[in-house]
């Protein structure tokens, strides 16, 4: 069972709040994954973290932000939440070192309602 | 670039039918290929991985067989239960850090 896991697993917040997502892993995995999933069902990486202090943007544009100062939390903070931020937020997380064929872990998701 | 491309839901079966789910990927290089399963509610959850060709990845029931020759990695149960209704994603993971995901199906098991 993976031991990733990710607060508050429901979310409904009025526009303009900031909010912070939060995921945790205590596996000891270097990389970290935010992936925004839509309706529709389709994922979208929204950012990724090699290893503390190293943040990249993922193939989706987010005005979300990340900060990864420990290795087991990678936050996810909304400035300004809106409408349009309403959606499902997944954390994930890999080890490294051995090679590609090992898996991601995924939390339970964040389900996030702007109002 | 890396693609991965599912066939589209949703699949709707009654208990005990024969399920496939058909995918089948792009890449450069030799990938790393993955089944995961998201119930409702949930994230997602590894269900199968084979990391070269002809390897075949089972688990509760559920096997699938790397196919180089037509880049494919089938998902195929031969008994669905109402308890495996849910959404199965196909991924695939190269040398590089991501995973790239295909765009999942949505399986309808009724009893």
Redesign the interface.
Known sequence: E?DIY?TPRYLVIGTGKKITLECSQTMGHD?MYWYQQDP????H?IH?S?GVNSTEKGDLSSESTVSRIRTEHFPLTLESARPSHTSQY?C?S?V?GT???T???????TRLTVV | GNSVTQMEGPVTLSEEAFLTINCTYTATGY??L?W?V?YP??????LL?A?KADDKGSNKGFEATYRKETTSFHLEKGSVQVSDSA?Y?CAL???????I?G??T?LFVKA
């Open positions: 993976a990710q990389k529709g069902m389709e994922l990486l990724y090699y997944l994930a890999s490294t090679g590609y064929n898996e991601a872990f995924f939390g339970q998701g | 990938p790393s993955f995961y998201q509610g949930e994230g997602l959850q590894l991985k990391t959404v994603f993971r190269t040398g590089g850090f991501k995973t995901f765009a999942g949505r």
